[in-house]
């Protein structure tokens, strides 16, 4: 009797106290490094200083190209909007974003990397923003 | 061995499950001599000059050792003309209605006190207090000491505050038109057509303007009187009016006391004191309902919220309220 509630108890303890301690490697800013391979964008947006979008209609994200292009409405303050990436699993943006990002030099857009989650795969997107026409 | 084991597991969960549950009867709460009273401030958000600061004064004594005789307010700091006190108390009918029952004689307010006389026989009720804040009050703390009076002679009081004062002012439903009033003023918290702009033309901050395109999304628009002529298309502006306003657009901020929808949101001083309007445009297009933008003068001596109350783009109008702190 004493033998089972002994294995008992110490199988009940083992079940409770057990951790499970795998090391899985982190990056530089402590994000996790899995063997997530992919790279690519998502979703695009782009919120004006209201945070509402100031886009026309949905982004083109061209996957191969590794571009993205947004038409904003006439009149968008592009020295304030706020990018969102949306990646794929894993995966983070180089450089971060941190608050609002001036878009106003349409003629040297902005490069964003994409880095897969094994960090192995950087692809750098192109931004490229049009305004509506002047009318 | 077994046995003990057994007795060992059977208290641990004895330990574990175990709970008193002790019968205590119920008695009949003993009733507490003597005259009491109870205060509840009704009124929510910062306390605006023009606006009410609202109360609830609660009072009563055991029937058999009276009835009230007054119940008395001083704030100190005296009350706007309309402040008054109750002279009926409410309760709350089934129907979730406030029914009231008269109590005494109109409240009668003197400098910083105000009186309510009891003339129905009466041991315990409750009176609703509307101070109207006054400019004396801005930016300064008011507080209130309510009291009341039995006819066996005794008194209650209860103090209440202090509270902070907005310094901020306040002005509500302005309607700008494209064609008519469409120069906003933040120093003067008015709209004026351009005739008038004309000759203050200092005191000028924002140009409204409502446009419509096939190729582009304008509408609604508020823009600095400084602005590129790309934001004004079509607008020759009165001589002198040249100022140059940084605007916020903001979406959701539906301010209480300027909006008066059923969002709990209020802008306070702090708001205006914390805001940053570094890079800010000097133009906001594509206004819609409900939204609203920031505005900073071109001297930096105001600051304020215009909330778009309505949008009409039949009439090409907008009915704006705005909130307005000055700076220095």
């Known amino acids: ?135 | 061995m077994q046995l003990k084991y057994y007795s060992l597991l059977l208290l641990t969960f004895a330990v574990i499950f175990f709970t008193a549950c002790q019968d205590e009867e119920y008695s009949l709460p003993t009733l507490e001599g003597g005259l009491h009273n109870d205060c509840i401030k009704r009124t929510l958000g910062p306390n605006v000059v023009g606006l009410n600061l609202e109360f609830a004064y609660a009072m009563a004594l055991p029937k058999a050792e009276g009835k009230i005789v007054s119940a008395q307010v001083e704030a100190s700091i005296a009350g706007g003309a309309a402040t008054y006190m109750e002279y009926r108390s409410f309760s709350t009918n089934s129907s979730g209605v406030d029914v009231p029952v008269t109590i005494g004689s109109p409240s009668v307010t003197s400098a910083t006190k105000t009186e309510v006389i009891f003339t129905k026989d009466t041991c315990a009720a409750t009176l609703r207090y509307f101070y109207i804040i006054p400019e004396e009050a801005r930016g300064k703390t008011v507080k209130f000491t309510f009291s009341a009076k039995a006819s066996n002679g005794q008194t209650v009081t209860y103090e209440m505050g202090p509270y902070t004062v907005a310094k901020m002012d306040m002005k509500l439903d302005l309607v700008v038109s494209d064609n008519n009033n469409s120069y906003i003023s933040i120093a003067d918290m008015a709209v004026y057509n351009a005739a008038t702009a004309a000759t203050k033309a200092a005191n000028i901050d924002l140009v409204y303007l409502y446009r419509t395109y096939t190729t582009a999304t304008f509408n609604h628009a508020l823009v600095a009187p400084a602005a590129n002529p790309d934001y004004k298309p079509g607008i020759t502006l009165p001589a002198g009016v040249g100022n140059s306003a940084k605007i916020w657009k903001v979406w959701a901020l539906r301010d209480q006391h300027l909006a008066r929808l059923q969002y709990g949101i209020y802008i306070d001083d702090i708001d205006f004191q914390e805001l940053d309007f570094s890079g800010a445009p000097d133009y906001a297009i594509n206004l819609r309902a409900e939204a609203g933008t920031w505005v900073e003068t071109a001297d930096g001596k105001y600051r304020a919220y215009i909330y778009i109350n309505k949008i009409d783009n039949t009439k090409k109008e907008m009915t704006i309220s705005i909130k307005r702190y000055q700076m220095k």
């Open chain 1, 1 to 135: 009797m004493k033998k089972y509630f002994i294995t008992f108890i110490v199988i009940t303890l083992a079940a409770f106290a057990w951790v499970s301690c795998t090391d899985f490697p982190v990056d530089e800013d402590g994000l996790l490094i899995t063997e997530r391979g992919q790279c690519y964008v998502g979703n695009f947006e782009l919120l004006g200083s209201d945070f509402q979008t100031v886009r026309t209609k949905a982004p083109v994200i061209d996957t191969t190209a590794q571009t993205i292009n947004v038409e904003v409405f006439y009149g968008t303050d592009l020295k304030n909007v706020y990018p969102q990436f949306s990646l794929v699993t894993d995966a983070k943006l180089d450089p971060k974003i941190t608050g609002k990002v001036d878009f106003s030099d349409l003629a040297n857009p902005k490069v964003y990397t994409v880095i897969s989650g094994n960090r192995l795969v950087k692809k750098p997107y192109t931004v490229y923003i049009t305004v509506q026409p002047k009318p």
